[in-house]
């Protein structure tokens, strides 16, 4: 099979991202948001927060993991971020899901996505941190402007959203910590979130 025939195979199966929904709606509450969208919107969110980003971030390197890390969810499913019994065995199901789905490349580029997906999931580069930052403040942002809907669906308190967003922002610059502490204090004050 020629390098071409594969990489079209993996750009017709990555297609399948669109058919995956993840527990946010839009911000319009009409209808839940696919991770294509939330993928786009994320590289989006990069472009526009460039200037919050460590020096010498590399931007393009971070739009590249924030493009491919939910890829494996074709196969793996989303697993909602408060969904404790979904992480039991997350981890496992998106390992055999990315060797599946990138699998389908070349070497070369199976591994160059494997290792972005790792560098993600790991969070400790530059370009990683900053990345699972903006994959944090997304899903905030739609609840907030959706008045929590999916928040109150799932009776999601406070200190679920800081114990699992947190330790994110606290790596992040002082500018976006104090705008997404205040937008949760304020989901709480507005109803929209369980104190």
Known sequence: MKEIDR??????EIDKL???????????????ENDAEHSWHLCMIAIIFEDYADNDTDILKCIKMMLIHDIVEIYAGDTY???EDGYN??????KNAAE?????????QKNMFIDL????DEGKTKEAVFANILDRIEPIMLNYITKGKMWLKHGIHKKQVIDKSWRVFELAHP????????????????GYLLP
Do not use: P, T
């Open 7 to 12: 990489q079209m195979d993996f750009i017709l």
């Open 175 to 190: 500018d976006i910590s104090e705008y997404m502490m205040r937008i949760v204090d304020e989901s709480v004050e507005k």
């Open 89 to 94: 065995d997350k981890e496992q199901r998106e």
């Open 18 to 32: 669109k058919n995956v929904f993840r527990q946010s709606l839009i911000s319009d509450g009409s209808r839940h």
């Open 100 to 108: 599946k789905i990138y699998g389908i490349l070349g070497e070369k």
């Open 81 to 83: 971020l408060y969904d």
């Open 117 to 120: 997906w790792n560098e993600f």
